[in-house]
């Protein structure tokens, strides 16, 4: 089974279920249960220091108390699925709540998100609001230790193609397994030259929108060839590009484009 991988985003959905709190033992990947406890810990400790919280968290004045209370709340806030809680560019482009009950279906079967505090999560896990990143600081933790070797054995465990669309900050807390079918994903746009070149802030609008016609196109593909033939005939070419990666062309037509 073809798996895609995913960022979080620092904004996100207020609200969930009534009556829900966060269940580490309903979450996917079970092996990473004491890590989430541990992170859990950690920003508890946090956040009993305002100013401590606000530095570690790189918040500004004005956004550091609404966020540091999601913090304090998070084991007893609502909880609603990853795909509908994160919201920003990505999420915006990608727009889970119009997505057909079939695409939504797939979304919940193919889609990893992965989170700063809870690692690797699937689509439909319940979870509730917070504020950390990958490159926040908790007390006696750094999270790039805390988190890379277990994501890493939860994606070397996954069996079929994984397309890495995270950025380099959420890779390092998960690194792919060395093999053919495991590529990181890089969002390009081709310019007047014909010279492919990164972008920067839209290819998180790129990387929703591709996702999302994906998702709408059908059953999605076994195969690394395959998802690449799909993606070509969307009007998203996806082609190799250096050693171990993918590149994701973004449309010249894709609205808002500034890639130029």
Not at 197 to 203: C, E, G, S, T, V
Not at 222 to 229: I, L, N, P, S, W
């Amino acid at each position: 089974m073809t798996t895609l991988l995913l960022p979080p985003s620092e904004t996100k959905r207020d609200g969930g279920a009534a009556g829900s709190s966060l269940d580490l033992a309903a979450l996917s990947f079970p092996e990473l249960t004491d890590a989430r406890r541990a992170a859990l810990d950690a920003l508890r400790a946090l956040v009993t220091d305002d100013e401590a919280a606000a530095r570690a968290l790189k918040l500004s004045a004005r956004a550091a108390p609404p966020e540091i209370a999601r913090n304090r709340e998070v084991e007893s806030s609502p909880t609603m699925p990853a795909i509908d809680r994160f919201t920003g560019v990505l999420y915006d482009a990608l727009d889970a709540a119009s997505l057909s009950p079939a695409a939504r279906a797939r979304g919940e079967r193919h889609l990893l998100v992965h989170s700063a505090l809870l690692g690797l999560v699937r689509a439909a896990d319940a979870i509730p609001a917070y504020r950390l990143s990958h490159d926040s600081r908790l007390p006696g933790l750094t999270l790039k230790r805390h988190w890379a070797p277990g994501n890493a054995e939860v994606l070397a465990a996954l069996e079929g193609p994984i397309l890495d669309l995270r950025s380099e900050g959420y890779a390092a807390l998960g690194p792919l397994p060395e093999r053919e079918d495991a590529l990181f994903v890089r969002v390009v746009s081709i310019g007047d030259d014909g010279v492919a070149r990164a972008l920067n802030h839209f290819n998180k609008k790129g990387k929703g929108a591709f996702v999302r016609a994906l998702l709408e196109s059908g059953d999605v593909p076994e195969t690394v060839e395959g998802v690449m033939a799909r993606a070509t005939g969307l009007g998203w070419p996806l082609r190799p590009g250096a050693q171990g990666e993918l590149e994701l062309v973004v449309p010249s037509t894709l609205e808002g484009f500034a890639g130029r």
